[in-house]
């Protein structure tokens, strides 16, 4: 997980190349219905970027919660682990997922010193979750 992150970072540094980014933030859009542990993800990337040019940079990750949608009457709902994940209007059970299996970097908040922008960027790779 944490070296695809590292590749996608590492593609979108190559669009400003020659010039290096200073990488302060990268915003991470995860999922609630994907198996990525974001307490988790936050340590194990601080590990992986020690000295490398992400050295420093800090992952902010973003919960997007689990959104259905009910095939029968196309109304969303949250679904609820302990109900199945069934819809509460029908006990359909849940076929369309909305939301929460992201798992893409939102944005990078960078600079070229001395001043950093938060510009997002331009290939957004959404990356299948395990
Ligand atoms: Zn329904």
Same mark, same amino acid.
């Given at each position: 997980m944490t070296r695809c992150l590292l590749l996608s970072m590492h593609e979108w540094k190559q669009q400003h190349a020659p010039r290096e980014p200073h990488v302060d933030r +990268? *915003?991470?859009?995860?999922?609630t219905f994907t198996c990525v542990e974001p307490d988790q993800l936050v340590v194990t990337w601080s590990d992986? +970027?020690?000295g490398?040019?992400?050295d420093g940079s800090e992952l902010v990750i973003e919960s997007v919660p689990l959104v259905g949608r009910c095939v029968r009457c196309q109304a969303t709902y949250s679904p609820d682990?302990?109900?199945? &994940?069934?819809?509460?209007?029908?006990? *359909?059970?849940?076929?369309?997922? +909305?939301?929460?299996?992201?798992?893409?970097?939102?944005? +990078?908040?960078?600079? &070229?010193?001395?001043?950093?922008? *938060?510009?997002?960027?331009?290939?957004?790779?959404?990356?299948?979750?395990?």
């Open positions: +990268v *915003h991470l859009e995860v999922g992986a +970027v020690k490398t040019w992400l682990a302990a109900d199945g &994940f069934r819809s509460p209007c029908c006990q *359909h059970p849940m076929e369309e997922i +909305v939301s929460g299996r992201e798992l893409r970097i939102r944005s +990078v908040a960078y600079g &070229f010193e001395p001043s950093p922008a *938060h510009v997002p960027p331009t290939t957004p790779r959404p990356t299948a979750a395990r």
